[in-house]
């Protein structure tokens, strides 16, 4: 074959082979790459838990006073939080309590106002009745009036004189 002759065409087989393996030594890295950056981490981290070791060794005893503190204030919060809501429920249920003793007292109980209207209809009853009896008596006296003849007081003197 001649120098300057291009090779042979590869078959397809060869070219999937050999982008396989092109995309597996880039995986590769990849994996080297990956592995290098955990063990950065790892060291990091190590590193880290010795300073922390070393520095809680350096305090040989807890700030009770601080934890205790902490307690106390988180504790006067959730106690001011949780009554938040209880103080205006108590606040209304007072002005009810206020508002039902204050109509109690302007409320006329229904015995007093049965009694009331009781004694409203004796009273009723006894203006009609004694109506009735004046009216009785007015006619009584009308009738006896239409029943006879006006005769003036002074005729009837001198007529029997005479």
Do not use: C, H
């Amino acid at each position: 074959m001649s120098a300057g002759a291009a090779p042979a065409p590869a078959t397809d087989y060869e070219v999937r082979l050999a982008r396989t393996e092109a995309g597996l030594a880039a995986l590769g890295q990849d994996v080297r790459d990956l592995v290098g950056a955990v063990r950065g981490i790892a060291d990091k981290i190590d590193a880290d838990r010795s300073s922390f070791a070393s520095e809680l060794s350096k305090r040989d005893k807890t700030n009770w006073a601080l934890v205790v503190s902490i307690v106390v204030a988180s504790m006067g919060g959730m106690a001011f939080i949780g009554s938040g809501w209880r103080e205006p429920l108590v606040q209304r249920q007072d002005a009810i309590a206020t508002q039902v003793a204050a109509l109690q007292q302007a409320v006329v109980p229904r015995a007093e106002v049965t009694s009331l209207m009781t004694q409203a209809q004796r009273d009723n009853d006894l203006i009609r009745q004694r109506i009735e009896r004046t009216e009785a008596r007015n006619e009584k006296r009308l009738d006896r009036l239409e029943g006879m003849t006006f005769v003036p007081a002074w005729t009837a003197t001198t007529r029997r004189r005479s």
